[in-house]
């Protein structure tokens, strides 16, 4: 049955514009108007359960509620989370035969080198980035490494630091990095503890400047298919974003049909045997 209230709640075209331009304001998504009835249902959902009883008081309340607890509450909804462990694995190939070797051939301290993966969604790009590195890089007991892993999405950043996932999200690992990093728990299976404890997850907009000011110094990014779902103008801005964020030499790797020089001029573009990749350039000498 169809309950009474959510049937009786409508979402107007003007009313859609305005959600649409807010939330484009707040997170950088832009919803394509074939993306109406996705953006309604979640609206529906989240005006039945806060009892606003229409579209106008629920964007109040969105708009001005000062711990912007529900804001990020429909973020949680509206955000698409779906990836797999080793997901265009020739990507951490390059890392590890590529571009860590450039990294380590030019340093000259012993910090850390900082790896930060964005979005997050439920840790399985992160965890295959330390599986990599512990399985396929010869410096992994001659260098510190520390994984950020970041996401808006609250809910599914719990799930990450859980670490347990369906069998299609270890489909592609082999058997014996599964039977190595993993414990069978009924239909699903949990990564070990050491994996768990060596990313460190956390929330970030990327689109708001005080979530993302204290993300510096990174020697690598790896941004896959988060910038489809962003405009030009908030790509742009991303793209900045990132810059700010990495080491002079660092890289970005970003999804298969991602081009950063589609949006960007500040990068140049680095075409390795095993991907092509971004590199914010290296200091000039003086």
Same mark, same amino acid.
């Given at each position: 049955?169809?309950?009474?209230?959510?049937?009786?709640?409508?979402?107007?075209?003007?009313?859609?514009?305005? #959600?649409?331009?807010?939330?484009?304001?707040?997170?950088?998504? /832009?919803?394509? =108007?074939?993306?109406?009835? #996705?953006?309604?249902?979640?609206?529906?959902?989240?005006?039945?359960?806060?009892?606003?009883?229409?579209?106008?008081?629920?964007?109040?309340?969105?708009?001005?509620?000062?711990?912007?607890?529900?804001?990020?509450?429909?973020?949680?909804?509206?955000? *698409?989370?779906?990836?797999?462990?080793?997901?265009?694995?020739?990507?951490?190939?390059?890392? *590890?035969?590529?571009?860590?070797?450039?990294?380590?051939?030019?340093?000259?301290?012993?910090?850390?080198?900082?790896?930060?993966?964005?979005?997050?969604?439920?840790?399985?790009?992160?965890?295959?980035?330390?599986?990599?590195?512990?399985?396929?890089?010869?410096?992994?007991?001659?260098?510190?490494?520390?994984?950020?892993?970041?996401?808006?999405?609250?809910?599914?950043?719990?799930?990450?630091?859980?670490?347990?996932?369906?069998? %299609?999200?270890?489909?592609?690992?082999?058997?014996?990095?599964?039977?190595?990093?993993?414990? %069978?728990?009924?239909?699903?299976?949990?990564?070990?503890?050491?994996?768990?404890?060596?990313?460190?997850?956390?929330? *970030?907009?990327?689109?708001?400047?005080?979530?993302?000011?204290?993300?510096?110094?990174?020697?690598?990014?790896?941004?896959?298919?988060?910038?489809?779902?962003?405009?030009?103008?908030?790509?742009?801005?991303? !793209?900045?974003?990132?810059?700010?964020?990495?080491?002079?030499?660092?890289?970005?790797?970003?999804?298969?049909?991602?081009?950063? =020089? %589609?949006? =960007?001029?500040?990068?140049? *573009?680095?075409?390795?045997?095993?991907?092509?990749?971004? /590199?914010?350039?290296?200091?000039? !000498?003086?």
């Amino acid at each position: 049955m169809v309950d009474a209230t959510m049937a009786a709640i409508s979402i107007s075209e003007s009313e859609f514009e305005k #959600f649409r331009e807010f939330f484009y304001r707040k997170t950088g998504i /832009q919803f394509e =108007s074939s993306k109406r009835y #996705f953006v309604d249902k979640r609206l529906e959902e989240r005006i039945e359960l806060t009892h606003s009883g229409n579209f106008r008081a629920y964007f109040t309340k969105l708009r001005f509620e000062a711990s912007g607890a529900e804001l990020q509450q429909l973020t949680n909804l509206m955000t *698409v989370n779906e990836t797999y462990f080793f997901r265009e694995e020739y990507q951490f190939q390059c890392l *590890v035969k590529s571009l860590l070797p450039e990294i380590t051939g030019r340093k000259r301290d012993n910090t850390p080198i900082r790896i930060w993966a964005i979005p997050s969604s439920s840790g399985e790009e992160a965890y295959s980035i330390a599986i990599y590195l512990l399985e396929f890089w010869a410096g992994i007991n001659d260098w510190d490494i520390e994984i950020i892993s970041s996401d808006i999405d609250t809910k599914i950043l719990a799930l990450a630091r859980h670490g347990q996932y369906s069998v %299609r999200s270890v489909q592609h690992l082999p058997e014996k990095l599964l039977r190595k990093y993993f414990t %069978r728990q009924a239909e699903n299976y949990q990564i070990c503890d050491d994996l768990r404890e060596a990313v460190e997850f956390t929330r *970030v907009n990327l689109s708001e400047r005080t979530d993302t000011r204290a993300y510096r110094n990174f020697d690598i990014i790896f941004c896959r298919n988060l910038l489809i779902y962003f405009d030009d103008a908030s790509r742009k801005a991303a !793209a900045e974003t990132f810059y700010d964020a990495m080491k002079p030499g660092a890289y970005i790797c970003l999804g298969h049909s991602e081009s950063m =020089s %589609r949006f =960007s001029s500040l990068y140049k *573009v680095r075409k390795f045997p095993e991907a092509i990749v971004y /590199q914010k350039p290296l200091l000039e !000498a003086r």
